[in-house]
Each structure stands twice: as structure tokens, then as C-alpha cells.
């Protein structure tokens, strides 16, 4: 039972162009929403987080968009840099029940971004 | 410390031994949590702490799993009698409190081989 998924295994872009990873979530419960972003031998790292009550937070070249109706987010990342190529996680939390910041993560996405 | 320390970096161990991780949180954050990751799939919660405190354990196999963050001392995760199928990585992160928009840190894994 798979509550976070993201149906992309991998995605390969150009450099300069737009990367959109997206992520479908089933539990209503969810409140919160992350991406991580993890190269190989290391930990996932924060990347960007949007809470339910919006639809979308931008920060520099990463935007996340939020569809409640559609349980969906999706992350755009522009432009492109090589350095970009990693896995990238959604990861999703429920409203704060006392077991907050628990997070339900997807499989990922892998990005590759090529010159 | 201003990253999450775990320790070792790899396991091997033989079926049926004892296998134990440690993390060190970065200072200050009261909240630890234990993810696994098998074959690079998704991140399976296992427990949290408030300080020393459980806080979540729906996560953890009931058996052969045990876990303790003690006062001044790194957190904990053993496994006794391993199996092959505990193989993975254990992914160990903090945060500074428990609310449901406080990202988590996470360090840079322990992966176990069990043979």
C-alpha cells in the first residue's frame, strides 16, 4: 500500500531546460509535503516543502506546485544544471496527530541532466 | 555536532549476528528517527525519539529490533540475529522539534550486508 508515488523512475533533461518530477499521494491526511534530493552515499537532503494550505512556494530555481483535488505535487526545476542529476524523494506528512514529521516517502525519481 | 554522525558507514555480518548502528543528532535537536531503505526503494520508518524518549514506534519490527537514545550518548539501533532480508541502508536523522513542517536532517547512512 503505497501512499506517496512517484510513477517516474527516472527523467533525463538537457541542461538550461525544465525538470518536472511529479509525486500522487492517496492519504487525505497528509498535511505537508517535502522533496529531498539525494546523490549516491549520502543521506537525502532538504530541498523545498509546501504545506496544504498553499498551491504553490518558490524558492530560487525550485518551485513546488500542489493540486489538493488531484492529491498531486509536482517540483520544476529551471534551468537545469548538471549538478541537479541526483534521486529526488517526495516525502509527505500528516497533520501534526503527535506523531509529526514522520515522513511517508515515495520511491523516487532519478534526474539526469545532461550538457 | 552540525551534521547527523552515523557510525560504521558499512556492516557485514553473518545470518544470525548481532548487528549495531549508532547516529550522533546534531546538537540541539531533540527529535531522532531510524529509516530504512532497501534496494534503494523507498524509506520505511522505524522509530523516533524525543530526546531519550520513544515517541513513535509503529515502525519497528516487533521482533530482533531495539533501539535507545540514551543522555550523552549517540543514539542506537540494534539488530539481533539478522537476517538476510534486514540488509539495507539505515538512514538515521534529527530535528529540532516535532511539528508537522519541521524538515529533517538525515546522515549519510549505515548500509548493512547481511550474508
Known amino acids: 500500500d503505497q501512499q506517496v508515488k512517484q510513477n517516474s523512475p527516472s527523467l533525463s533533461v538537457q541542461e538550461g531546460r525544465i525538470s518536472i518530477l511529479n509525486c500522487d499521494y492517496t492519504?487525505?491526511?497528509?498535511?505537508?509535503f517535502l522533496w529531498y534530493k539525494k546523490y549516491p552515499a549520502e543521506g537525502p537532503t532538504f530541498l523545498i516543502s509546501?504545506?496544504?494550505?498553499?498551491d504553490k512556494n518558490e524558492d530560487g530555481r525550485f518551485t513546488v506546485f500542489l493540486n489538493k483535488s488531484a492529491k498531486h505535487l509536482s517540483l520544476h526545476i529551471v534551468p537545469s544544471q548538471p549538478g541537479d542529476s541526483a534521486v529526488y524523494f517526495c516525502?509527505?506528512?500528516?497533520?501534526?496527530?503527535?506523531?509529526?514529521?514522520?515522513?511517508?516517502f515515495g520511491t523516487g525519481t532519478r534526474l539526469q541532466v545532461t550538457l | 555536532g552540525e551534521e547527523v554522525a552515523q557510525t560504521p558507514k558499512h556492516l557485514v555480518r553473518g545470518e544470525g549476528q548481532k548487528a549495531k548502528l549508532y547516529c550522533a543528532p546534531i546538537?540541539?535537536?531533540?527529535?531522532v528517527f531510524w529509516y530504512q531503505q532497501v534496494l534503494k526503494n523507498e524509506f520505511k520508518f522505524l522509530i523516533s525519539?524525543?530526546?531519550?524518549?520513544?515517541?513513535?514506534e509503529t515502525g519497528m519490527p516487533k521482533e530482533r529490533f531495539s533501539a535507545k537514545c540514551l543522555p550523552n550518548s549517540p543514539c542506537s539501533l540494534e539488530i539481533q540475529a539478522t537476517k538476510l532480508e534486514d540488509s539495507a541502508v539505515y538512514f538515521c536523522?534529527?530535528?529540532?522539534?516535532?511539528?508537522?513542517?519541521?524538515?529533517?536532517?538525515f546522515g549519510s547512512g549505515t548500509q548493512l550486508s547481511v550474508l
Open positions: 509546501i504545506s496544504s494550505i498553499k
Open positions: 516525502a509527505a506528512s500528516p497533520r501534526n496527530t503527535g506523531t509529526a514529521s514522520k515522513l511517508t
Open positions: 546538537k540541539g535537536h531533540s527529535y
Open positions: 525519539f524525543q530526546n531519550e524518549n520513544v515517541f513513535d
Open positions: 536523522a534529527s530535528s529540532r522539534a516535532g511539528t508537522t513542517n519541521e524538515k529533517l536532517f
Open positions: 492519504n487525505s491526511m497528509f498535511d505537508y
